[in-house]
């Protein structure tokens, strides 16, 4: 290991290569795991990338922008996943590393606006850390042990192989270096897209969801009038669907929000909106210990009360009124 350290501090471009390492496979794996996640594009989940784009339209700068993509989720959602492995596959292998530097920084800086941007401290959230990791590989390029730097030196050898003088042009050997390039972005690009294909059939045939309740979902609000007369809401689901000490997941259609509705004790039922008070994540119903935690930051919350149980976030999970109808529905925003 001493050894490496030295090597890498005494080659050009050689402390590069853990910030490539790094950023490479954070990218990588964070674009696999949002294609080989089965619920990320089920609008019905409260992990989806049509819930996570709901949740941010109200406390995102960009938040038009947002809603402009909230109306196509999916193509959003594949676009990002695919993004984040074409550009942790460049940064790992090293090439073309300005421009996966710079598609880096574009991605966390789209995900600095629309979910950390309210962070307090601004230190806490990730998004602007990365994007500023990215500025070295967009200065300095890939640097040592990468395509780029390999591509650089057969270009070198032939030029002095062919009595090139530095400085002057070489046509046919530019060329065919330009060649090699696309080449290889041609393979790797290839590489990429075949892995996310791999990656997101066997996530859909045998992936489980991290962020959920493996409880069924409610049935789509409904604002069919229940039976009674007197009640007033709109009918999310029968209440007997709830088991006692679990929940189940149901959007919101005051405000088209994931939210949760909770059975703490026989009869009686809470709801709460499922977007973390901290960044804007969605939470997950955790239901032996009976709370929601959150995937980003670690945020734990009571699914009784609503009440922070373990930080960073600062505020409870905005509740939502609900109650159960004569007729045995469960109705909110009443």
Same mark, same amino acid.
């Given at each position: 290991? %001493?050894?490496?350290?030295?090597?890498?501090?005494?080659?050009?471009?050689?402390?590069?290569?853990?910030?490539?390492?790094?950023?490479?496979?954070?990218?990588?794996?964070?674009?696999?795991?949002?294609? *080989?996640?089965?619920?990320?594009?089920?609008?019905?989940?409260?992990?989806?990338?049509?819930?996570? /784009?709901? %949740?941010?339209?109200?406390?995102?700068?960009?938040?038009?922008?947002?809603? /402009?993509?909230?109306?196509?989720?999916?193509?959003?959602?594949?676009?990002?996943?695919?993004?984040?492995?074409?550009?942790?596959?460049?940064?790992? &292998?090293?090439?073309?590393?300005?421009?996966?530097?710079?598609?880096?920084?574009?991605?966390?800086?789209?995900? &600095?606006? +629309?979910?950390? &941007?309210?962070?307090?401290?601004?230190?806490?959230?990730?998004?602007?850390?990365?994007?500023?990791?990215?500025?070295?590989?967009?200065?300095?390029?890939?640097? *040592?042990?990468?395509?780029?730097?390999?591509?650089?030196?057969?270009?070198?050898?032939?030029?002095?192989?062919?009595?090139?003088?530095?400085?002057?042009?070489?046509?046919?050997?530019?060329?065919?270096?330009?060649?090699?390039?696309?080449? +290889?972005?041609?393979?790797?690009?290839?590489?990429?897209?075949? *892995?996310?294909?791999?990656?997101?059939?066997?996530?859909?045939?045998?992936g489980t969801s991290v962020q959920t309740s493996s409880a069924p979902q409610l049935p789509p609000p409904s604002t069919e009038a229940p039976s009674g007369g007197s009640s007033k809401g709109t009918a999310?689901?029968?209440?007997?669907?709830?088991?006692?000490?679990?929940?189940?997941?149901?959007?919101?259609?005051?405000?088209?929000?994931?939210?949760?509705?909770?059975?703490?004790?026989?009869?009686?039922?809470? %709801?709460?909106?499922?977007?973390?008070?901290?960044?804007?994540?969605?939470?997950?119903?955790?239901?032996?210990?009976?709370?929601?935690?959150?995937?980003?930051?670690?945020?734990?919350?009571?699914?009784?009360?609503?009440?922070?149980?373990?930080?960073?976030?600062?505020?409870? /999970?905005?509740?939502?009124?609900?109650?159960?109808?004569?007729?045995?529905?469960?109705?909110?925003?009443?």
């Amino acid at each position: 290991m %001493a050894r490496l350290a030295v090597r890498l501090r005494d080659t050009p471009g050689g402390p590069q290569v853990v910030l490539r390492a790094f950023l490479g496979v954070t990218f990588t794996y964070a674009g696999l795991q949002k294609l *080989t996640n089965r619920y990320f594009f089920e609008a019905a989940n409260p992990g989806s990338i049509q819930a996570q /784009l709901h %949740a941010s339209i109200t406390s995102s700068p960009i938040g038009p922008l947002i809603r /402009l993509a909230a109306h196509e989720p999916v193509l959003v959602g594949l676009l990002i996943a695919f993004g984040e492995v074409a550009v942790g596959l460049g940064t790992l &292998f090293g090439l073309l590393g300005r421009i996966a530097a710079a598609g880096g920084m574009a991605v966390s800086l789209l995900l &600095f606006l +629309s979910v950390s &941007f309210n962070t307090t401290p601004y230190f806490y959230g990730s998004d602007i850390v990365f994007f500023f990791a990215w500025t070295p590989l967009l200065v300095g390029g890939s640097g *040592t042990w990468s395509v780029d730097g390999a591509l650089r030196a057969s270009h070198a050898r032939e030029r002095t192989k062919a009595g090139v003088p530095p400085g002057r042009q070489a046509p046919d050997l530019d060329r065919r270096a330009a060649v090699r390039k696309v080449a +290889s972005a041609i393979t790797l690009g290839t590489f990429a897209v075949v *892995t996310a294909g791999v990656s997101a059939a066997i996530g859909r045939m045998f992936g489980t969801s991290v962020q959920t309740s493996s409880a069924p979902q409610l049935p789509p609000p409904s604002t069919e009038a229940p039976s009674g007369g007197s009640s007033k809401g709109t009918a999310i689901g029968l209440a007997s669907d709830v088991p006692v000490g679990g929940a189940r997941e149901f959007t919101d259609p005051a405000q088209g929000i994931p939210a949760y509705v909770v059975r703490p004790a026989e009869s009686s039922y809470v %709801a709460f909106s499922a977007v973390c008070t901290h960044m804007g994540c969605t939470v997950g119903f955790f239901e032996p210990a009976v709370q929601f935690r959150c995937p980003c930051h670690g945020s734990i919350f009571s699914a009784v009360t609503g009440e922070v149980l373990q930080g960073p976030a600062a505020a409870p /999970l905005p509740s939502i009124p609900v109650a159960k109808s004569a007729a045995g529905t469960l109705l909110v925003d009443g």
